[in-house]
């Protein structure tokens, strides 16, 4: 079975702390995604990587960075934690062929306060 | 563009069937998928469907797959109050790997 883990499941930072969420998965996947879900709006990517060191934009990229130095694992970074960044936090993996499937991890639900 | 449209809510008595439906934009999608959301958890991939195909059934799951009218449903038969949930829909697009989600539909199952 994929595991897709979660570093922690709740977390409370303060409004302009720094903010690391890990994630790593155990099926040599190529592919790694963030997503925030936030009520009424579904699903929205953040960021996403399809190798080490490699990184795209997705829809909301705005106010978060990510870092991919080893292919199990991909963090999403706060540089500088808002109040409008409390939400719950997604991490999947996925290969690079098709059809695509996406594993997810359990998630972190974020509180800036 | 890329647009993928749930109905936000379902209820169902326990033992009936359910029908999620699901309306997407694009016909280039080449699979569409089908996830599970159980409270405080992440996403579950339920099934999927190649985009050339009309029906793909998996134990209590039929996924139904009109191409023309670009609308995909996911019917749960004899529906059990564990299969209480937000149910999403995906759709990858071309040769690329990202999915677009919907919004998810709640599926209320009542004993």
């Known amino acids: 079975d994929v595991k897709v883990t979660q570093s922690s499941r709740y977390l409370v930072k303060r409004t302009g702390e720094k903010v690391f969420l890990e994630c790593v998965q155990d099926?040599?996947?190529?592919?790694m995604f963030w997503y925030r879900q936030d009520p009424g709006l579904g699903l929205r990517l953040i960021y996403f990587s399809y190798d080490v060191k490699m990184k795209e934009k997705g829809d909301i990229p705005e106010g978060y960075s990510v870092s991919r130095e080893k292919k199990e694992r991909f963090s999403l970074i706060l540089e500088s934690a808002s109040t409008n960044q409390t939400s719950m936090y997604l991490c999947?993996?996925?290969?690079?062929?098709?059809?695509?499937?996406?594993?997810f991890g359990p998630g972190t639900r974020l509180t800036v306060t | 563009g890329e647009d993928v449209e749930q109905s936000l809510f379902l209820s169902v008595r326990e033992g009936d069937s359910s029908v999620i439906n699901c309306t997407y934009t694009d016909s280039s999608s080449t699979y569409l998928y089908w996830y599970k959301q159980e409270p405080g958890a992440g996403l579950q991939l339920l099934t999927y469907i190649f985009s050339n195909m009309d029906m793909k059934q998996d134990q209590r799951l039929t996924v139904l797959l009109n191409k023309k009218d670009k609308h995909l449903s996911l019917r749960i038969a004899d529906t059990q109050t564990g299969d209480s949930a937000i149910y999403f829909c995906a759709e990858s697009i071309g040769g690329y790997s990202t999915l677009t989600f919907g919004k998810g539909t709640m599926l209320l199952v009542s004993p």
């Open positions: 099926m040599d996947h190529e592919n």
């Open positions: 999947a993996s996925s290969l690079r062929t098709t059809p695509y499937e996406q594993y």
